[in-house]
């Protein structure tokens, strides 16, 4: 079905293998899949405690466990990226040429009622098919 699919991993939560598996299933014969993480920096006044040193470590670990969630699985690479979540994700999709994106979404509140705020800001934005997991 798709060429180039773009499976958003939050590393924290427990959704990387479900969204992994349904990317084998969607994509076309010599298709690739891109596991994607936003790393989002520190800002406001969380900046003011955290050093550098901090940051790269976070970044570093955060590499290491995404390689280690794409290994074994054919015709797929780990990227990370620093940026907002939201708007990184549908402008890297965009970059790539990609034709989904696949994302889990948390069980919303009152104040993203249909979807999770990060969600529902890549369908708005996205360019391409967007496949949402809960």
Not at 37 to 42: A, C, K, Q, R, T
């Amino acid at each position: 079905m798709y060429k180039k699919i773009i499976v958003c991993l939050a590393l924290d939560h427990g959704i990387s293998e479900t969204a992994l598996a349904k990317a084998k299933l969607l994509l076309d014969d010599g298709g690739e899949i891109i596991a994607l993480h936003v790393h989002e920096l520190p800002s406001g006044t969380t900046n003011a405690y955290v050093t550098d040193d901090i940051v790269e470590r976070e970044r570093a670990n955060a590499e290491k466990r995404l390689l280690e969630r794409v290994q074994g699985i054919p015709n797929a690479r780990a990227v990370l990226i620093n940026g907002h979540t939201g708007r990184s994700i549908a402008q890297y999709a965009k970059e790539q040429n990609a034709d989904c994106i696949i994302l889990g979404s948390h069980k919303p509140g009152l104040s993203d009622f249909f979807l999770g705020s990060t969600a529902a800001r890549i369908v708005q934005q996205a360019h391409c098919s967007v496949v949402v997991l809960r």
